[in-house]
């Protein structure tokens, strides 16, 4: 591997300890991908352990063991850095069904990390949705950990970033750099394989869940290989590409793929194929989409305890449907909705008078914390809009205490209304 | 019967010998797998009900989100990882997790590794020189 003289000097330990073990880290990453060097970057996303998961018991000391020491003696970042959403709002942690305890010590280890990525400059966006906030730039070296924001800033900025956790982007923001290896490299960025939809379905016809549903379907297809979607139509907007990357980024691991006309790397089949012939070309009609639907209900009880809206981070086309559908009404005695988007979406939501509509109606609107983590604790039958929050929630159901339904944004809000799932299959 | 395949090793780690788990589904750690227990719990996996606890594991890449990585840095610390990962695709967040509690890793094989191994070999990774020994008797 080769070093210049600021990493030599990082590596032996001028800069302090923190930035030593960052350097190390990235080192050891760096000759296990086979890099040969590290690559300057421009921004980094954090997904700190203390601050996201399960900052309680014995997760929580572990958070502890694996970043105190990257983080003993650092005051600032090298680079600009956003942060991954808290993992729940205290004030409705209750309601999730934990106990005393579990808040308290939440409190403390939540709160103590939050305090310490503010003071040392991270914008405190908390969300896995950072590009409100810091949009990327093509051909950029950026170090993010959130499975969905990577695949959003390599295909939809073309900005360059590999599946780095939680302690490696934070080594690449004190050290502002991350091995130049996997998707930073072109050669590993060109699409694998062609997905196209089948002849009895229709992209226009699709609501936020059938874009989830087609994203199950997809990975399902094209596994570990790069897709290349093509005719999805040019003027897909936020809210369904949000569901399009969050499934297949966790069902696939992908870094890195392409839409035809719409991503800045595939400005035609041909160039976001890197002039090479695909392996396989998929298609995902009605029945492999009817499959995904019945592989992310979990159950087909009726009954609904709880509907968890907002992993990732409701848009505010979720919200307003969310409000349509609740306005004026009341939800049944006995069902929790909580729909939970980033601090900045809320406020426009406010004055939208979207979050008036949901509260009124008894629901619980929230910001800046992780409903697909927070939301394993409770017993009973969640609905969702998010086949991601579902594959956590049936994940950590060993015991079989909870069951997942999962729809649209709208089904998932007239099952608050009356209790019972009547959901839409396709 | 011997077989010895060639891959790169992320990290000298000496050699272990164990008893293939294979599954030709892509693995996530946090989430997929129940880091308390060890068993694949994803619904829908080939290899659900399969615990992976001192296995040699076999898969064609890993998946999952970012936090992957914890989730495996998990399992580890509660004494279910597996004694050694090998996999075609190497993702990073498998990688950055199998550093973090040095669990030896193989990966980028000329075979494809998941047609290769049955559950039930016996395998030997050796992670300084990069190679696994299947042993058939």
């Not at chain 2, 019967?1 to 050699?15: A, E």
Request: aromatic share 8%.
């Amino acid at each position: 591997m080769r070093l210049n003289k600021e990493q030599e000097e990082m590596l032996s330990g001028k800069h302090g300890r923190g930035t030593q073990k960052a350097i190390e880290i990235l080192v050891g990453l760096a000759e296990a991908q086979g890099a040969e060097e590290l690559v300057k970057i421009s921004y980094a996303h954090l997904m700190p352990p203390d601050v996201m998961f399960f900052p309680y018991g014995r997760q929580g000391r572990w958070a502890h063991e694996m970043t105190h020491e990257l983080t003993m003696d650092i005051d600032r970042l090298r680079v600009t850095a956003t942060i991954e959403p808290l993992f729940c709002d205290l004030a409705i942690a209750k309601t999730l069904q934990f106990s005393d305890d579990m808040i308290a010590e939440m409190h403390k280890i939540q709160g103590a990390a939050s305090d310490f990525y503010e003071r040392i400059g991270v914008i405190p966006n908390y969300s896995a949705l950072p590009f409100y906030v810091r949009p990327g730039k093509l051909g950029e070296h950026v170090s993010i950990a959130e499975s969905i924001a990577i695949l959003w800033y390599n295909t939809m900025f073309g900005s360059r970033c590999e599946r780095d956790d939680g302690v490696t982007s934070l080594s690449a923001a004190i050290t502002g750099y991350c091995p130049l290896a996997g998707s930073h490299l072109s050669e590993n960025r060109p699409g694998e394989v062609t997905i196209r939809l089948g002849d009895d379905l229709d992209f226009e016809q699709f609501n936020d869940a059938d874009w989830d549903a087609f994203s199950l379907a997809s990975s399902r297809l094209c596994r570990e290989k790069r897709p290349v979607f093509v005719g999805v139509p040019r003027d897909i907007g936020i809210t369904d590409l949000k569901h399009l990357f969050a499934v297949i980024a966790v069902e696939s691991g992908l870094a890195v793929m392409h839409i035809v006309g719409v991503t800045p790397e595939a400005p035609s089949l041909e160039k976001a194929l890197g002039g090479r012939k695909p392996q396989a070309e998929y298609v995902v009609g009605k029945k492999e989409l009817v499959e995904a639907y019945q592989l992310a209900n979990t159950t087909t009880d009726k009954d609904i305890d709880f509907i968890l809206l907002g992993c990732p981070h409701l848009t505010l086309r979720e919200l307003r449907e969310l409000a349509e559908e609740l306005d004026g009404k009341k939800i049944k005695d006995g069902v929790n909705l909580v729909a939970v988007t980033t601090r900045m979406l809320l406020e426009q939501a406010r004055d939208m008078g979207y979050s008036d509509s949901i509260q009124n109606a008894g629901g619980i609107v929230s910001c800046d914390m992780c409903i697909a983590f927070a939301g394993t604790q409770v017993t009973g039958v969640i609905a969702t809009n998010s086949i991601k929050a579902d594959f956590f929630y049936a994940g950590f159901a060993a015991e079989g205490k909870r069951k997942v339904r999962f729809g649209s944004t709208r089904d998932c809000a007239r099952a608050a209304l009356t209790g019972k799932w009547e959901g839409r299959v396709p | 019967m011997k077989q010895v395949l060639k891959g790169k090793s992320i990290k000298k780690l000496g050699t272990v010998e164990g008893e293939a788990l294979v599954t030709t589904d892509l693995v996530a750690f946090w989430g997929g797998t129940d880091w308390e227990t060890g068993d694949i719990v994803e619904v829908g996996h080939e290899a659900k009900g399969k615990n992976v606890k001192g296995k040699i594991l076999v898969f064609p890449a890993g998946k999952g989100g970012a936090g992957d990585t914890f989730g495996y840095y998990y399992l580890a610390r509660s004494g279910k990882a597996p004694k050694a990962l090998i996999c075609n695709r190497a993702q990073n967040t498998t990688i950055a997790g199998a550093l973090l509690v040095d669990t030896p890793m193989i990966y980028g094989f000329k075979e494809d590794v998941v047609k290769l191994i049955k559950s039930g070999d016996r395998v030997k990774v050796n992670s300084d020189d990069g190679e696994i020994e299947i042993i058939r008797s």
